[in-house]
């Protein structure tokens, strides 16, 4: 492989407009679903900026729509 290749895919970040655009919540939905544990949170990019990786908040949206496809006896 060569050297100047990362090995690891590209990490796109994305500000709070753009993860609220994409899943659909409330600011504050957001905010607490993150301290539930139930939605991707941020990284801390200094001490006042924060950005959400873009692939984890596509698959938590992947996840919610196949929960919501299940049949319902299948689902949580």
């Known amino acids: 492989m060569p050297a100047d290749k990362p090995t690891h895919p590209e990490i ?3 500000r709070l407009p ?3 655009a994409l899943c659909g919540m409330s ?11 139930t939605f991707p949170a941020p990284v801390k990019l200094s001490v ?3 950005a959400w990786i ?5 698959a938590w949206a992947d996840a919610r729509v196949n ?3 299940a049949p319902q006896d299948e689902r949580a």
């Open 12 to 14: 796109r970040l994305i």
């Open 18 to 20: 753009q993860v609220l």
């Open 27 to 37: 600011r504050s939905c957001v905010y607490d679903s993150i301290k539930k544990g």
């Open 48 to 50: 006042r900026s924060s």
């Open 54 to 58: 873009h692939s984890e908040i596509v």
């Open 67 to 69: 929960a919501s496809r």
